[in-house]
C-alpha cells in the first residue's frame, strides 16, 4: 500500500518527488510485493531493464499532480523509479486560467470535437510555454526526459540539449485523420514532434503515423497494492457508504471518474433511470475535477442539474486534497457497486475500467477507444448498446449475479495479465534504454512502430 503523503507538494518550482533533492512524500510498495501478482519473470525483467539504465537521471513532467489518470500513475511510477536506483524527478507545469482553457480545448480537437485551434490560443500557448521554460532554464540536464500530453508538449524546443532524448507519451483519444483535416492544428502540433526522439502512444489505433519520429505502443497500469486498489474489508466498504448517506442494502450502479464532457454521463443517468424501473437500484456518479481541468465544474453543475430531485441519484465530488482519502473513497464505492457504467463517446484508455475490472466487477463500457482493449463484449465486460439494451443488461446482472461474478472474474484476470504496474514500467525503461542508446534515431527509424502490446485490430472511433 502507498505511504501517507509526509509534506507539501508540490515545491514552488513545481517539483512534485525528487530522489536528488531528498523531496519523496509518497512512496509505493517494496518491489518484492508485488511478485504474487505478475510472478517472479516480471519482476526479475523489470530488474534487468533498469539496471541497464545504469542508474540514469530521468525527469517526467506533466500539468497536473491532482486529479487524472496521468498523476495517479506517476504517483506508483516514480517511487518505483526510485527504488530500481533510478535517479527520478517528477515536476508540474504552471499556467494561467487561459492557458488550462486552451489546453483542454486543445486535448478536445485532438479527441476529435469540431472548432478550430485559432491564432489566439497558439498564441497563449506560445506564451505559457516560453514562460515556463524560462523558468525551468537549466533545471532539465537529465539524461532522459519523458513529457506527457499536450500541456507541457512544447518545452522541447527551448529545453532540450543536444544528444538529450526527449520522450513524449500522449494519453488521450488522439485521432489523426481529425487532425489533418484541420491545417493550423496539424501544423501546430507536428511542428513540436521535430523536438522529441519517440513519441509513445496507449493502442495502436492512437498512432499518428505522419509524424516524423519513431512510435512505441505501451499501454497504462495500474498499482495493485495502491489505496485506489488495495483490498478493502467489508466494514471499510461500509463506513464510505455510511460517510455519504449510501444505503448498502440497495444494489448500486456507478460511475466513477472526472465529470468530463465526454465520460457519457448523460448516458448512464438515462440507462439508470431505464433499469429502475424495473430493479430497484440506486445510481451513484463520483468524481473529482482535476486542477488542470477548467470543464470539470461546467461538466459537473450540468450533471447536478440533469438529476436535481432524484433521491436514488448520488452525485458525490470527491475533494482530490487528500489523495489517500480521496483513492480509498473511491476504492470502496467500487467495491460497493454491483454494475460499473464507462459509456464514454472517447477515451484515451479508461484507467477506471481497468481499476474496476480489477476488483471483479462487471463493467458496461462504450465500444470507443482503447476501451476495447480491456473489454471483450460478454466475456470481460459488456459494450454499451443505447439507454434502453443497457438497461436490460444492467437489470440481468442484478437479477443474476452470478453472471456478473463470473464476468468480473475473467476481467481481473485480463487486468492481471496486461495491465499491472511492474510489467508495464518495464517496457516504458525499455522504450527509454533504446532512446538512450540511440537505436532510434529518426534518420533511421522515422516510421518505426514497437509495440509493446498485443497489437489488436479495432475500429478507429468505435460504434460510440
Known amino acids: 500500500m502507498s505511504s501517507m503523503d509526509t509534506c507539501a507538494f508540490p515545491l514552488a518550482d513545481g517539483t512534485v518527488y525528487s530522489g536528488r533533492m531528498g523531496q519523496r512524500p509518497f512512496a509505493c510498495a517494496p518491489i518484492e510485493e508485488y511478485t504474487p501478482f505478475v510472478g517472479e519473470e516480471e519482476i526479475s525483467r523489470l530488474r534487468r531493464v533498469a539496471d541497464a539504465l545504469d542508474g540514469a537521471s530521468i525527469l517526467e513532467m506533466n500539468s497536473s499532480a491532482k486529479g ?184 448500486i450502479v456507478a460511475q466513477i471518474g472526472r465529470f468530463d464532457p465526454w465520460k457519457g454521463l448523460d448516458r448512464t443517468v438515462k440507462a439508470f433511470k431505464m433499469a429502475r424501473s424495473e430493479e430497484k437500484c440506486q445510481l451513484i456518479l463520483a468524481g473529482g475535477i482535476a486542477t488542470d481541468d477548467p470543464e470539470g465544474v461546467r461538466v459537473l453543475h450540468q450533471v447536478t442539474e440533469m438529476v436535481e430531485g432524484d433521491e436514488d441519484i448520488h452525485i458525490l465530488n470527491l475533494p482530490l486534497d487528500d489523495r489517500i482519502a480521496n483513492w480509498h473513497e473511491v476504492n470502496a464505492l467500487q467495491r460497493a457497486a454491483s454494475v460499473i457504467m464507462q459509456p464514454s463517446t472517447r477515451e484515451g484508455f479508461g484507467l477506471v475500467i481497468t481499476e474496476a475490472l480489477w476488483k471483479g466487477k462487471p463493467v458496461i463500457g462504450a465500444d470507443v477507444g482503447a476501451i476495447p482493449l480491456q473489454i471483450r463484449n460478454g466475456v470481460t465486460g459488456f459494450f454499451y448498446g443505447g439507454a434502453s439494451n443497457t438497461a436490460r443488461r444492467i437489470v440481468s446482472l442484478l437479477r443474476n449475479p452470478g453472471e456478473g461474478a463470473m464476468v468480473g472474474e475473467r476481467g481481473r484476470e485480463y487486468v492481471r495479465e496486461h495491465f499491472l504496474m511492474p510489467m508495464r514500467v518495464a517496457d516504458c525503461l525499455q522504450g527509454m534504454q533504446l532512446a538512450k542508446k540511440g537505436l532510434l534515431r529518426q534518420d533511421d527509424c522515422r516510421d518505426c512502430i514497437i509495440s509493446f502490446h498485443p497489437w489488436y485490430k479495432l475500429n478507429k472511433r468505435g460504434h460510440g
Open 68 to 251: 487524472g489518470g496521468v498523476a495517479e500513475m506517476l504517483f506508483s511510477y516514480i517511487p518505483l523509479l526510485d527504488q530500481l536506483g533510478l535517479d527520478v524527478e517528477w515536476r508540474i507545469i504552471s499556467g494561467s486560467p487561459e492557458y488550462f482553457e486552451t489546453t483542454k480545448t486543445l486535448h478536445n480537437l485532438l479527441q476529435g470535437k469540431k472548432g478550430q485551434f485559432t491564432m489566439q490560443m497558439e498564441g497563449s500557448y506560445l506564451e505559457a510555454i516560453e514562460q515556463c521554460a524560462r523558468e525551468r532554464a537549466g533545471s532539465c540536464d537529465h539524461d532522459i526526459v519523458v513529457i506527457h500530453d499536450p500541456q507541457p508538449f512544447g518545452l522541447g524546443r527551448y529545453l532540450k540539449s543536444d544528444g538529450q532524448p526527449w520522450l513524449w507519451r500522449c494519453h488521450i483519444d488522439i485521432d489523426e485523420e481529425t487532425i489533418r483535416r484541420n491545417p493550423r492544428l496539424w501544423d501546430f502540433m507536428t511542428a513540436w514532434t521535430e523536438h522529441y526522439d519517440v513519441s509513445i502512444f496507449s493502442a495502436a489505433h492512437y498512432v499518428v503515423s505522419r509524424w516524423p519520429l519513431p512510435k512505441l505502443i505501451i499501454p497504462p497500469f495500474i498499482d495493485p497494492l495502491s489505496e485506489k486498489n488495495r483490498h478493502l474489508a467489508p466494514e471499510e466498504v461500509r463506513r464510505v457508504l455510511d460517510k455519504h448517506g449510501i444505503d448498502a442494502s440497495i444494489p
